[in-house]
């Protein structure tokens, strides 16, 4: 079973809703943090880091002595990452998406590629849990090809857990892809029931079966559920608002070991997304 | 003319709530939500829409079904995971292209030895000029699963500036999106100031360092102010203190107060309401000094 814990709005307690489940779940699993801008999960998992790989992506470099400044490449280009103007072209490697269409169109084949770093994925081990935390390197502007490689990491015939990042972009799409279940986060406030209702459109775009977490529940209104209700969402849990929670989180401890009467709702929400996702426990 | 750019690295420090605020105390400003992503600033800064113009950017790749020879070349050239491949009940191999997966890069457009690839421009979004009660807005909505996300920010950026210039307003006020990748690049470089609005957690913190960095290596002037301060006071001192450390002026702190979701609910700024937090935050913007 894969789940995938995303949200329109940010900050509405995804990652909070990630590392409680994962404990509630009591078996091995495995945790993706695909929030790689601003990964957070292993804060609440205090574990030393076991393993630690580079991810590049591959970008043009060009041999002057055999590139005659046809102009093919820059042509080809769909994203201005390198620039051919009558002389020999240009790179500019932080725009290049690494999809190797230079290198194919170049007649002189003057052109090969060679990694580029972007970010690292950080291994740790925290319990029953094995945290897999993509994390960008600051100033790089791309984060899907990180994604991807973190969740190509994903190993079959155990159950995970991705924590996406906020938002409906790219980004987003490309960690919840190939889940079995998403689970919204939300807030009922009116930016929550904004960003939802295009989360939804979002996940029902993809046709992954989906339901919904309402998070500091009784601190705004009832429209969430409202719109819940008309649009046949089902609501998964209901999270109080609880200042303790708050205060627990802000010092980066897991809510069903900080209050453990909070335990039985994360391990009941984790039997019922079991029971949703239509595949059996192990 | 004053650019302030309000981000946070962590989503729902805020952000909005904030920036609705500032756009209400700043004295004639234009106002650009740049979280096309999930743009909020519109319901507490009630709008009527001006000008709706589409967003068009990159292309999209579509197979052919009926060209199609079933080569597999676009599979094995496609970087993206975005080649689909399934083989009928007949034993006949077919090839599609998720609209989802494609960047839009043309590789299997041009190595198709069938040329069963159309290669379409692809509508990505909008983005909209909108009268408030504050002044006018650029705003924008990007379209589900679609990329370039930071163009579209600039395109938001642009157009505020040309309002700005064409009705001699004085400053912008840009509501950011979350994180640290393509759009808040977008949103930040050039500005006057970046205000990261932060909390008191282990989270705040993290991801305030990491915000703090892009700034630097933008070379932007950045100032930090931190909400909710009073959930974790231990956890703001440590927070203010590192963000001096790296080269940030300290805003100011708001309170915890509950008023604001009352005050998003009642689809008003915070500083529009008497919420005891209001006190706070016309004190950071005082501070900030735009």
């Keep these: 079973m894969i789940l995938a814990i995303a949200s329109g709005k940010g900050g509405t307690g995804k990652t909070t809703v990630a590392v409680n489940l994962a404990r509630a779940f009591a078996q091995k699993l495995q945790l993706l943090d695909c929030d790689v801008e601003e990964p957070n999960s292993h804060l609440f998992l205090p574990a030393e880091i076991s393993g630690e790989e580079a991810v590049s992506i591959l970008v043009p470099e060009v041999d002057e002595s055999l590139c005659d400044g046809c102009g093919e490449c820059g042509h080809f280009c769909a994203y201005h990452a390198i620039i051919s103007t009558g002389a020999k072209p240009l790179v500019f490697a932080e725009m290049c998406h690494g999809c190797g269409g230079c290198m194919l169109v170049c007649p002189k084949k003057a052109i090969r590629e060679i990694p580029r770093r972007i970010g690292i994925i950080e291994k740790r081990k925290s319990g029953e849990i094995v945290l897999l935390t993509g994390r960008l390197d600051v100033g790089q502007a791309m984060a899907p090809p990180l994604i991807r490689e973190v969740r190509r990491r994903l190993l079959p015939g155990m159950p995970a857990i991705l924590d996406a990042p906020p938002g409906t972009s790219c980004p987003v799409i490309v960690s919840i892809r190939g889940a079995d279940f998403i689970l919204l986060v939300t807030e009922p406030t009116p930016f929550g029931l904004h960003d939802l209702k295009i989360a939804v459109d979002m996940v029902r775009e993809l046709g992954i079966p989906f339901g919904v977490l309402v998070n500091r529940a009784g601190s705004g209104d009832d429209r969430v559920h409202g719109f819940c209700r008309e649009a046949h969402v089902p609501i998964m849990a209901e999270v109080p608002d609880d200042r303790r929670i708050a205060e627990a989180y802000s010092r980066g401890q897991l809510i069903v070991e900080a209050l453990p009467e909070y335990f039985e709702l994360f391990a009941g929400l984790a039997e019922k997304l079991l029971k949703n996702s239509g595949v059996d426990r192990g | ?290």
């Excluded at chain 2, 491949?85 to 190595?111: L, M, N, Q, S």
């Design chain 2, 1 to 290: 003319m004053k650019e302030l750019v309000v981000i946070s690295g962590k989503g729902g420090t805020g952000k909005t709530s904030l920036a609705a605020s500032f756009s209400v105390l700043a004295e004639r400003p234009v106002i650009a939500d740049c979280d096309v992503d999930a743009a909020d600033l519109h319901l507490v800064l009630a709008t009527h829409i001006r000008e709706r113009h589409d967003f068009t950017s990159g292309h999209q790749a579509i197979i052919r079904q009926a060209d199609c020879r079933g080569c597999g070349t676009c599979l094995k050239l496609c970087r993206f995971e975005a080649v689909q491949k399934t083989t009928r009940e007949d034993d006949v191999t077919t090839y599609a292209i998720d609209p989802v997966a494609c960047e839009g890069c043309g590789v299997c457009v041009r190595f198709c030895p069938q040329r069963a690839i159309d290669f379409p421009e692809s509508l990505c979004g909008e983005w909209m000029v909108s009268d408030t009660r504050c002044g006018p807005m650029v705003h924008a909505r990007l379209g589900i699963a679609a990329e370039n996300s930071g163009k579209l920010v600039s395109i938001v950026r642009r157009e505020a500036r040309r309002i700005a210039e064409l009705e001699n307003r004085s400053s912008i006020i840009v509501d950011g999106p979350p994180g640290i990748g393509c759009p808040v690049i977008a949103s930040l470089t050039g500005a006057t100031l970046v205000l990261v609005v932060t909390e008191p957690t282990v989270s705040g913190e993290h991801d305030l360092e990491r915000v703090l960095a892009l700034a630097r290596h933008f070379e932007m002037p950045a100032a930090v102010c931190v909400n909710k301060w009073d959930l974790n006071p231990d956890m703001t001192r440590r927070i203010e203190a590192m963000a001096r450390r790296a080269g940030a002026k300290i805003a100011g702190r708001i309170r915890f107060d509950r008023a604001v979701t009352a005050a998003q609910l009642q689809e008003r700024a915070v500083v529009e309401t008497e919420a005891p937090c209001v006190a706070d935050i016309q004190q950071v913007w005082k501070n900030i000094n735009l």
